[in-house]
């Protein structure tokens, strides 16, 4: 009899399990939030860096949504419309959007309160990459969570966007929508105690007893990344990957400059790729 062996997960890469992943301060803080703003059905904001972690948030607030009480919705288009917005939902909820963004609109409402009134699972919406939706859409937002004239609010709409996105809700014009909004967070970047435990956690869930990194090893790799996930991510994976076959004890600071070094070539940085 074959024993199978389960696939072996690299500690920096996407397939680790979102519940196994390291949690920041500012992790807990979003995390907490964000089903704050669920448990209230809010309109709500989740800003943060390219490359903070929000994606990866977004994915673990999914995973602990209980199945038989929550429908998760992802919503991800750039220049997103109100007619791009109310096809998606439309579709979703079973019904053949009109083209008319107005009709469209009264099909929502219609289909929204049906299904409320049905008691199936209420809608967990997530529009990402929010800081690149038009205008019109912006502005549509208050139609969207406009339910029994103003009184309540059906389900909870999360925007997550970059940190233009704030700016944005600044302008004058948007003034009638930010007035909705329940709650919002911006998800800062790992400070360097915590970069030094994300590393040393995330190789212990892969269980990878070697090689250890060195002090000035996280040092350097923080100096790079400034705590941001995606960036500490790649210089890790690259790390790795290039000690490979070397039973190395221990990566040294050497070993992550020589690594920067290379991906600034690959990327065109620094000086001649010949």
């Known amino acids: 009899m074959t024993t199978l062996t389960a696939p072996v997960v690299q500690p920096f ?15 807990k803080e979003a995390l907490a939030r964000l089903n704050l703003m669920i448990q209230n059905r809010y309109l709500g904001v989740l800003t943060g860096e390219v490359g903070g972690g929000k994606s990866t948030l977004i994915r673990r607030l999914f995973a602990d949504l209980d199945d038989m009480t929550y429908a998760p919705i992802y919503l991800c288009k750039a220049g997103l419309k109100p007619r791009d917005f109310y096809g998606a939902m439309l579709t979703h909820m079973g019904v053949e959007p009109c083209y008319n963004v107005g009709k469209a609109r009264q099909q929502w409402e219609e289909a929204l309160q049906a299904r409320t009134a049905q008691g199936e699972r209420m809608m967990v919406v997530v529009v990402d990459e929010a800081h690149e939706m038009s205008d019109a859409m912006l502005s549509e937002l208050r139609f969207v969570m406009n339910h029994n004239m ?29 007035q909705r909004i329940g709650m919002q967070y911006h998800l800062t970047a790992m400070t360097k105690e915590e970069t030094y435990g994300y590393i040393r956690h995330h190789m212990k869930v892969a269980q990878m007893d070697k ?25 890790c994976t690259q790390t790795l990957l290039d000690v490979t076959n070397k039973d190395l ?25 010949s």
């Not at 890469?13 to 992790?27: A, G, I, M, P, V």
């Not at 997550?160 to 700016?167: S, T």
Request: some cysteine.
């Open 211 to 235: 090689p250890l990194f060195a002090e000035g090893a996280l040092q350097r790799v923080f100096a790079a990344s400034q705590g941001l996930p995606r960036v500490t991510n790649q210089i």
């Open 150 to 178: 103003d009184s309540c609010s059906l389900f909870p709409l999360i925007l997550v966007g970059q940190p233009e996105l704030r700016k944005i809700l600044r302008l004058k014009k948007h003034e009638a929508t930010v």
């Open 13 to 27: 890469s996407k397939e680790l399990n979102t519940s196994c992943c390291f949690e920041s301060r500012s992790y």
């Open 249 to 273: 004890e221990v990566i040294e600071e050497s070993h992550i400059a020589r690594v920067l070094a290379d991906m600034d070539r690959q990327r065109g940085i620094g000086g001649s790729s």
